[in-house]
């Protein structure tokens, strides 16, 4: 090759580098543009968790005191939980050829909350959020209860709840919209053991909040496999079947098993919260889920429905964070999402991701 003719080569490469490079520098990233440069900053905490109701039977929940306290001490202005709101499952429900699953899964019936108030989902919704606009500084007990017997009948048990536990013991009585029916399933709720009753309805309460923020989303939910659920199933089981889920098993199994102390319970909520986490829970499932080499796909499949669902759920903390400017808000959720979450959160011009870890010490 002459030389002009490596020069005019390695020119047009050069060239050609340099524009990549020119494409690749304007090329937008949210988290480059964090803002506004007044104000006090939107801080979010996720903290990842072992659903509780799987724990071993040995688990105290009285060893969660010291977990409320850690969070506590923070100063959440909001507390988001891992449920759908009752307008979510409101709208599933005209769906139920879809949704009959989820609905049966994560929907609460609020037909006695119904009957007992006059009010259908959306007319409870927007009775509690009249309520909550003119809330008074010190709220009677029948203020209490009248909002818990509307929270109900929203399909929002959780908001329910911190007003129920806001209540002396001897309020928790029947009246202004309660009847026994609802005395007994709100009585039922208080003492079962999930994220939301023995951790951020407690907490909510202590911090005198007057609800708590669900922000799960199940509308990408759809029956598994669709048109072959047995070879859906086949496929995703297939591709768990790997040495990094045995391996996270093994790990998770043997934390929990030996929760009998409050140190002991820190520990295990580190461990769910450390940074290696996400791509052990990537290896194990949701890349494995990937690669799976069925031709219908099924494990692509269901790795859209996870990104879109939390994706969908990012959105919805970014929702509650809208309400108010400068708020604190923990998230608590099921510690394979907290990944995800702090990723598509650390994306929003205005919200700051605080690191969990300190706060477990």
């Given at each position: ?228 659920p047995k070879a859906y199933g086949a496929a995703i089981t297939k591709a768990w079947d790997n040495p990094m889920t045995k391996r ?114």
């Amino acid at each position: 090759m002459k030389a002009w003719t490596r020069g005019v080569v390695v020119g047009v490469a050069l060239a050609a580098v340099a524009a990549a490079g020119a494409v690749q520098a304007q090329r937008f990233d949210p988290r480059a543009h964090k803002g506004p440069k007044r104000g006090v900053p939107n801080e979010v905490a996720v903290l990842g968790t072992p659903h509780l109701s799987g724990m071993p039977k040995t688990f105290d929940p009285a060893t969660l005191r010291v977990l409320i306290d850690r969070m506590a001490a923070w100063r959440p202005n909001a507390i988001a939980i891992e449920t759908l709101s009752g307008l979510q499952c409101d709208t599933m429900r005209r769906y139920p050829t879809r949704y009959a699953d989820s609905i049966k899964s994560y929907c609460p019936d609020v037909s006695a909350a119904a009957t007992a108030t006059g009010m259908d989902v959306p007319a409870a919704n927007a009775a509690a959020e009249a309520m909550l606009a003119k809330w008074p500084a010190s709220p009677t007990a029948a203020d209490r209860r009248k909002l818990t017997a509307t929270f109900l009948a929203a399909g929002e048990r959780d908001s329910a709840l911190v007003q129920w536990l806001r209540l002396a013991p001897a309020d928790r009585v029947v009246g202004d919209g309660l009847d026994a029916a609802l005395v007994e399933a709100i009585e039922k709720y208080r003492v079962r053991r999930n994220e939301t009753t023995s951790i951020a309805a407690p907490l909510a309460a202590r911090l005198g909040h007057e609800r708590l923020w669900p922000m799960d989303d199940h509308t990408a939910d759809r029956p598994d496999g669709d048109t072959d659920p047995k070879a859906y199933g086949a496929a995703i089981t297939k591709a768990w079947d790997n040495p990094m889920t045995k391996r996270r098993m093994e790990i998770f199994t043997a934390i929990q098993a030996q929760v009998d102390t409050t140190d002991k319970l820190m520990a295990m909520y580190r461990r769910y919260n450390a940074p290696d986490m996400g791509g052990m829970a990537y290896t194990s499932d949701f890349g494995a889920a990937l690669e799976e080499p069925s031709p219908q796909g099924f494990g692509r499949g269901y790795v859209a429905y996870w990104e879109v669902r939390n994706l969908r759920m990012a959105a919805n903390i970014r929702d509650v964070i809208g309400l108010k400017p400068g708020m604190r808000t923990l998230v608590i959720v099921g510690a394979s999402h907290k990944p995800y979450l702090d990723a598509y959160l650390d994306q929003m011009h205005d919200v700051r991701i605080v690191d969990v870890l300190p706060l477990l010490k």
